[in-house]
């Protein structure tokens, strides 16, 4: 059986490794320096006239368990508590999440497309909480961004994965019309 590769086909994996490199670069970004990604959001945010989130510091875990075994409140100097390291180390697991589902998507489309829901659903999901915390918890622009960066990608990519769906769709109808 031949199988023939769509423009569409073409574009879905072309679109899926730039996707990919877009990701991993964000993860590397969200892991290393995530302090300075807030602050440029504030900078930002102070342009526009928008509240600016707090900027998350790292503590050691040392003088976390410090303040805690002695029943003090902890100093604002400190920064935040370990637990809030935890949410960027969710997002860069669904960062990486993302950037395998993508790659894998351009190795070999046929056989990992499959995967474009979890992308869907984890773009969908980030889409939704952004707005939700924007509304509902506090008007940062840092809320919005999950918003505004992460509706265009779910529909950017719905849609290239719905038109490959559909030219992979015809071809195999054509093929059975055929035979």
Partial sequence: MNFEITSADLFFKKSMGVLGIIFLIGAILFALIPEQLESMLNWFA?????DKAPVVKNIPVSAYWAVLNNDNP???????LPSQRLWNGLSVAMMVMITVI???????????????PLLLISKGTSSLMGLFTYFYVHKYLTN?????TDFPIFLFVLFIYLRALNAKTSMQQSATKSA
């Fill in 46 to 50: 102070g342009i526009i006239k928008m």
């Fill in 74 to 80: 902890i100093p604002p100097e400190m920064g935040a």
């Fill in 102 to 116: 993508c790659l894998a998507c351009y190795v070999n489309a046929k056989k990992y497309m499959n995967w474009v």
């Fill in 144 to 148: 919005l961004i999950a918003l505004i």
